[in-house]
């Protein structure tokens, strides 16, 4: 997949293109780029996905009160596990913010991008405060010969599918709803930091994921996870959180492996979430921790064996060759 990250988006041939924001990749947007795939495919087109970074959210609202379900590094893997041909993340600041809907369609859309079939959902809004709308691109596409393709809201239990959606999931530790939505398991991506070494000390050796400052994590607790690595996956459990028990002043995540003791301080492994096992505690003692630590592997592994997670055994595993238990 070409993956283009600044202004220079000319195209050397007719496309169809999909625009959003993406944040998630949840079954809605999935929607979108297969549609766009489909339009490509039977028309002989290149097919591209154009999102925006930074997030429209960090030039427009509170920063801190804002987060990713996927990092940029995370969204960039899954739209490629999609097989598109092109993925550009355009630069987004306020000068660009400005452009008029008109503008940004033609001279970005249409011309510069070559497109011939335009993707985008009923509600999708663009330009300069946000006066562009679904009716304004199909006159302008008849207009510039553009086939425009709108798709109606992706329903899920009787409600619309939307990245809010997902992080209010999230945050009320409904993980296994977020995944449905997002139809693939939620997952932080990074590379493995040294850290205190107390797991190892305690017999419960972990792997310390440095992940993107943006991103949006569960809350603080212990949850069952699956963690890929080196094209295998290891079913595990992982506590987001402070390490209350040892007096832990910065965030961390931290992931118990199990049957997986390699050192890999510095490479990139994938964690998926799927079930929250519990709240993050101060315990009264680190040998109170460790019983703790004991009945939550427990835990994990009953949710792995169980039906709960017979779904996702045969919808999320069959990627991977190999399975360590």
């Known amino acids: ?37 489909e339009y490509a495919g039977r028309e002989n087109l290149k097919s591209i996905v154009l999102t925006f970074k930074p997030h429209p959210m960090f030039i427009f609202g509170n920063r801190e009160n804002n987060a990713l379900i996927m990092s940029p590094e995370e969204k960039e893997i899954a739209i490629g596990k999609m097989g598109v041909d092109t993925y550009i993340e355009y630069p987004f600041d306020r000068e660009f913010a400005s452009m008029s809907p008109e503008d940004f369609a033609v001279d970005i859309v249409f011309n510069k991008l070559k497109c011939k079939v335009l993707v985008v959902g009923y509600d999708y809004r663009f330009g300069c405060m946000n006066k562009g709308d679904y009716k304004l691109l199909e006159r302008l596409g008849k207009e510039h010969g553009v086939k425009t393709v709108f798709i109606p809201n992706v329903i899920y239990d009787g409600e619309r599918v939307s990245s809010t959606r997902i992080r209010e999931c999230l945050v009320n530790k409904d993980v296994e709803s977020a995944n449905r939505l997002l139809t693939e398991p939620y997952y932080i991506y990074g590379h493995v930091a040294e850290g205190k070494r107390l797991g190892r000390q305690l017999g419960f050796p972990t792997v310390n994921i440095f992940a993107h400052e943006d991103k949006l994590f569960p809350p603080n607790g212990v949850y069952a996870t699956v963690t890929v690595y080196d094209g295998k996956l290891y079913y595990g459990m992982t506590n987001v959180g402070y390490n209350p028990t040892v007096n832990g002043k910065r965030k961390t995540v931290e992931t118990n492996l199990f049957g997986f003791d390699k050192v890999i301080y510095g490479e990139m492994i994938l964690t998926f979430f799927f079930k929250w096992l519990r709240d993050e505690h101060k315990f009264p003692s680190v040998e109170a921790l460790r019983d703790q630590l004991a009945v939550d592997t427990v835990s994990a592994s009953k949710y792995f064996e169980s039906d709960e997670y017979k779904y996702w055994k045969e919808n999320f595993e069959r990627e991977y060759k190999t399975v360590e238990k």
């Open 1 to 37: 997949m070409e993956h283009i990250t600044d202004c220079k988006i000319e195209q050397d041939r007719p496309t169809a293109v999909t625009i959003g924001n993406f944040d998630g990749v949840h079954m809605g947007h999935r929607k979108l780029i297969e549609t766009t795939k």
